[in-house]
């Protein structure tokens, strides 16, 4: 008889909603592109040089969490590109308003086209980059969550 507490195949292709990108210890001090990169999966995406055979996830939550110290200054957005094209904006630019202390969290709206029908494709990007239009001097870490079409 089969355990019912345990799950023999815990993988993100088993499972809607996982943890598909991660980043700790993000500065958000100073303002720029790409100030830090958010691989998916812990490595990227499966890049087979065409669209068809390369691994894709579906983004489903974005969430900054952690904060060292009040983050509410910052206005941040998340890009498939390190050149901070707004046109490739994942997470629209926002303001990190709800950061004000620790032990605080801020979901970010998903933008369009992501929130409704894009998946996001390895052979475009193996990582999501954050992008700090407004500073503030704190460090937060960011979850992505998501489900895999493949990897």
């Known amino acids: 008889m089969a355990n019912a507490d345990a799950v023999g195949a815990n993988l993100p292709d088993s499972f809607g909603n996982y943890a598909i990108a991660r980043a700790n210890g993000v ?16 490595g990227g995406l499966t890049n087979s040089g ?13 969430t900054l969490q952690n904060a060292n110290a009040n983050a509410s200054l910052a206005n941040v957005n998340i890009t498939t590109s390190n050149d901070g094209n707004t046109s490739n904006a994942v997470v629209a630019t926002v303001s990190l308003a709800n950061l004000t202390a620790v032990n605080r969290f801020q979901d970010l709206t998903i933008a369009s086209p992501y929130a409704l029908t894009t998946v996001v494709n390895g052979a475009n990007t193996s990582a999501l980059y954050l992008n700090v239009t407004n500073a503030a ?11 895999s079409v493949s990897f």
């Not at 065409?50 to 974005?62: A, D, F, H, K």
């Open 27 to 42: 500065s958000l001090a100073t303002a720029g592109n790409a100030v830090v990169a958010i691989p998916f999966f812990g």
């Open 50 to 62: 065409s669209l068809t055979g390369s691994g894709e996830v579906i983004i489903r939550r974005v």
């Open 137 to 147: 001097s704190a460090i937060v870490d960011i979850r992505i969550y998501g489900d």
